[in-house]
Each structure stands twice: as structure tokens, then as C-alpha cells.
């Protein structure tokens, strides 16, 4: 096996979790910045709609460094797709499969399922609730609590931060109550 | 000489602790210290390129490690997979390693800077914000960076869900006084 079949296999959670973790120190090293990237959407907020609100009145460009950092996590994501994307379908769960196959959903070629996904469905009831709905959730949801995954769960929790275990036990217990007792309903429609 | 040197770190630390008191009007100190800025040291904007590279990294591991998968992130809220529970995990036990070690040694920045941390405030919206971003998560199958990740991998659609995602931030900004924190 070449090093690129290797590397084209996916990562175990042992090699990529360490890997994340050292984007703490990388970041306070380079600069003393914290990890987190939730903000980047209030700085595009507080860039492209301030409005006069308050919230969004500061010198986004003094924060610039997080929007060259999702930026560059984008480009990431595409150089990984384009350069390193593993040929086989995802591998999942008999249990996930089986119940995703009740709602239509059987296709593992992409992260993403597609048939959720797509440019489409935005003109159906469930595509707009999944993408619009989710996707404004995300936002008001991280902002609200001040941190999303890498800023509370990560960063916060690598400080020993209180508020953000507070925050990530909230995470957690948002996602269970949708994906077992709400998405089910989704996905049906 | 060495006196000169010592002299010179505290007037830096007392530089820095005057800057972290007067920077307030940022209001992150109490609510959201994340985006909070720390270094006081102002660099041309190619600077941040080194921030594009640690995140182009980044987005590789994302998508190599499948952590931007829809797919994954259901199998963590079912307890399917122990693979999500396992990068966040290590990525926490390291990142608390790191930040010990930067504590202990007093490591400063590649500029010199002392690195502080400042500390988080509890208020509730760690918990309705929490909730919510929780129940998006799993809806999208995606926190904001693999938001970014998704796109680039070719899942262009996910260009709505971030513009909503900036969306939901730009209501929470509105509607924020309004809100019990």
C-alpha cells in the first residue's frame, strides 16, 4: 500500500483527536489567540450586517485572523475531497443504516447525504426545515451560549472552564433530544 | 543584564494587564471571551495567513476523520459509534496537557507575548443557547467549522446553511437584551 492509499483511508478518532487538541496550543503560540469558530460568523455579521446593533458594533478586522482561519479550514475540506477522498462509501452503523433506510436515505458516496442535502430539496417543506432551520439553530444556538464545539467543548474544557462543561452537557443534550425524539419526525415528512 | 531583562517582563505583563482591563466596550469578557482578542501587537494582514494554514490542516483532518459527516454525528446522539465521543475526548486530554504546560512553564507566544487566559462566566444562555445549537447540530450533522469543511468538500448546498447560520447570529444580536442570560 502507497503512502497516499494510506492516507486516503479514514482517520481513527486516535490520530485525528490528538491532532485537533494541538490546534490549542498552535494558535495560543502563534499569536495568543483562543480556539473557536462560532465567532467568525458574528464577525461576518458584525462586517457585512451591523445594522447598529450594538452586538455587532467592534472592530471586526482586529478579529480578522478567524475568518483566515475558517477560510482556510474550507480550503482544507476541498484539498482533502479533491486530493485524499477515500473511493469506498461510508462505513455506518447496521442500526443507523436500517433506520435511515426507512426515511428513503441509502446513499453513503458523500459525508453529507445528498439526498437531504441538495440544492433541490430547499424547495421542499423538509429541506428547508433540515437546511434553513438547522443551519439558523446552529447559529443563534452557539452565539447564545457564547461558544459552539471548539470553543466550549475544546478550548473551554482544556482551561477547565465550568461554564463551558455547562455548555457542552447542553450540546449534548439538544442533539440527543433531536436526533432520537424529533428528527425521526423530519425525516418523514 | 539580567535584572534589565526581568524589569522588562513585568513592564510587558503590566502592558498586557492594562490592555485586557480597558478592552470592555468588546463586552466578551463576561459573555463571550471566545472571540476575544488577546494580543495586543498589531501585524500586517498577512499575518493571518499562518491562521489559514492551521485551519487548512484542520479542514483535512475534519474531512479525513469523517468528523464533518452528517452520518457520524447521528451515530454519536444514538450511541452507535465511539468515534466523535473519541476525537473530542483526545482532543480535550491534549489541548488540557497543552494548556497545563503553557500555564507551568509561563510559555510565551512566538512574539514574546505572555499568554493569559481569561476565564468564562456562567450565565443561562450556556444553557438555552446550548439546547439549541445542540438540536441544530444534530439536524445539520455540523458544528460552524465543518459548516465551512462540508462546503468545501462539494456539498455546495451547505452554502444556505451557513448563510442561515449568520442568520440565526445576526437575530441573536437583535434580539439580545431581550434574551435571559
Redesign the interface.
Known sequence: MSFIEF?KQ????????????????????????????????????AAC?P?N?P??K?DWK?????L??????????????WL?QNPEP?Q??P??AAE?SQYGIDD?S?????Q????E??FSVKGL????????????????????????????????????L???????????????L??PF?LNL | MESKEIVQEVELEKKHHKFLEQNTDFEMRSLDSVCFNESELKHPWWYNLKYAAVGLLFGIVFVKAEIISWFRIQEMFRLQSFHMYGVIGSAVVVGLISVLIIKKFKIKTIYGEPIEFVDKKFNKGQIYGGLLFGLGWAITGACPGPLFAQIGSGATAVIVTLLSAIAGTWVYGKIRERLPH
Open positions: 492516507i479514514p482517520w481513527p478518532w486516535y490520530v485525528a483527536g490528538p491532532l485537533i487538541g494541538l490546534i490549542v496550543p498552535t494558535l495560543l503560540l502563534i499569536g495568543n489567540k483562543t480556539f473557536g469558530i462560532s465567532s467568525s460568523l458574528r464577525h461576518i455579521c450586517i445594522a446593533i452586538f455587532f467592534y482586529k478579529e480578522a485572523w478567524n483566515f482561519f475558517v477560510a482556510g479550514i474550507a480550503v482544507g475540506g476541498f484539498l482533502a475531497f485524499l461510508m455506518v452503523n442500526k443507523l435511515l453513503y458523500k459525508l453529507v447525504p445528498i437531504l442535502f441538495n440544492w430539496s430547499l426545515l433540515l437546511m434553513v432551520g438547522g443551519g439558523f439553530l446552529v447559529g443563534f444556538g452557539t452565539r447564545y451560549a457564547g461558544g459552539c464545539t471548539s470553543g466550549h467543548a475544546i478550548m473551554g474544557l482544556s482551561n477547565l472552564q465550568v461554564p463551558s455547562v455548555a457542552t452537557i447542553s450540546f449534548m443534550v439538544g442533539g440527543f433530544i433531536m436526533a432520537n424529533l428528527l423530519l
